[in-house]
């Protein structure tokens, strides 16, 4: 086995999963490396789930190659690989406490180990999830958090060399998930094993991942670290899945160092493509992607020589640090901005300019 295998916890190799007449797993490569925490992203139906699943071993392939630690496990169930799952519902046992439900792998081991011997692992295991002398109680007297420490800490028990996470935070209130997101983060440091989350929140991964692999259609769209795919998205599709955008359509009409896009009502954009994007070319139907919090806001008489497109307020909502506004223009039509509640002070009805400078914005095939 080459060292450039083994220098990743796990690797796809062309892998085809067919549920009757649909690819959910549609020819993707992958490598993930030791230690790493990647992520799923995508919709459902995307094939995020279908991925974690091939790596556990709960599906088998219809074609190409999967690796963990460097060996080929085709073939090789479940229950041989050194893979341990944390389910969405977290799978406790109702009639085990929680030393029970912990230490349930280690009981199953052969050869036997030592009823010492467990308990020490089991102490140690509830120590790292913080949760010290709750090894009586049973899942229906913890929390919902308290209750995925409890299946994070049975799961990291066997110390597994790759530990599947399949949308582990989707039942706790928002909170507890941002909470919950920190812990994980800490505790996939702190262990150092490759976590490998499945999320359609996009919060969720890009505030916890190394990388993050967007799916669509059982295909990976784009794979890099959040800051890449956040300020360097491939297509819209991607940028719109990774926080928010404003898209204004239009066909391009020139391309150079920057991209020159006409709208529909006869408006030139001029953007800088996306690094990663296929390359741009004349008359291709396009958006100028803006994200909102790289666009300002002027009330209008006030803009002090600033061009930019007049609209009014529609909507204003206001979220603590931020405040979000909903402004309507007659050139570029819709768009959302998000600035910093001290700036903030326009109202519903308000005329204003709204306007970003020339690196704000990106050109992208509008697919």
Not at 11 to 24: D, L, M, W, Y
Request: proline share 4%; net charge neutral; glycine share 10%.
């Amino acid at each position: 086995m080459t060292q450039s295998v083994v220098d990743f916890d796990i690797e796809f190799r062309n892998v085809v999963k067919t549920f009757g007449s649909v690819r959910a797993v549609n020819g993707i490569s992958f490598q993930i490396p030791k230690g790493s925490f990647y992520s799923f992203l995508g919709p459902s139906g995307c094939g995020k789930t279908s991925s974690l699943r091939l790596i556990g071993g709960f599906e088998q392939p219809d074609g190409g190659e999967i690796y963990i630690a460097g060996e080929s496990v085709a073939q090789i169930p479940s229950y041989q690989r050194h893979v341990n799952m944390v389910f969405q519902y977290y799978a406790l046992f109702p009639h085990m406490n929680v030393a029970r439900n912990v230490g349930y792998g280690l009981r199953q081991q052969r050869p036997k180990l030592l009823p010492d011997e467990i308990d020490k692992r089991v102490k140690d295991a509830l120590a790292l999830v913080r949760l010290s002398g709750y090894e009586n109680r049973r899942s229906w007297e913890l929390s919902g958090g308290q209750q995925q420490r409890v299946a994070l800490a049975r799961a990291l028990i066997n110390k597994p060399t790759v530990l599947l996470l399949d949308e582990p935070l989707a039942a706790l209130d928002r909170k507890l998930r941002k909470d919950m997101q920190i812990e994980l983060k800490t505790l996939q440091r702190e262990v150092g094993i490759t976590f490998v989350f499945v999320t359609h929140d996009q919060e969720e991964a890009l505030s916890m991942s190394d990388r993050i692999a967007v799916m669509r259609d059982g295909k990976i769209v784009q794979e890099g670290s959040p800051t890449e795919l956040y300020n360097h998205p491939v297509d819209r599709y991607v940028a719109g899945f990774i926080g928010q955008s404003n898209f204004i359509p239009g066909e391009v009409v020139e391309v150079g160092e920057r991209v020159t896009v006409r709208t529909p009502l006869g408006v030139m954009l001029s953007a800088p493509g996306s690094k990663d994007a296929k390359p741009l070319v004349e008359k291709a139907k396009a958006v100028v992607a803006v994200r909102p919090e790289r666009i300002g806001l002027w009330r209008e008489g006030e803009a002090g020589g600033q061009s930019g497109f007049k609209g009014r307020v529609s909507q204003v909502t206001f979220l603590g640090d931020q405040t979000e506004y909903h402004v309507e223009t007659e050139e570029v039509g819709h768009l959302l901005v998000k600035l910093s509640s001290g700036n903030a002070g326009f109202g519903g009805g308000d005329s204003v300019v709204a306007y970003w400078n020339q690196t704000a914005g990106l050109a992208l095939l509008d697919d």
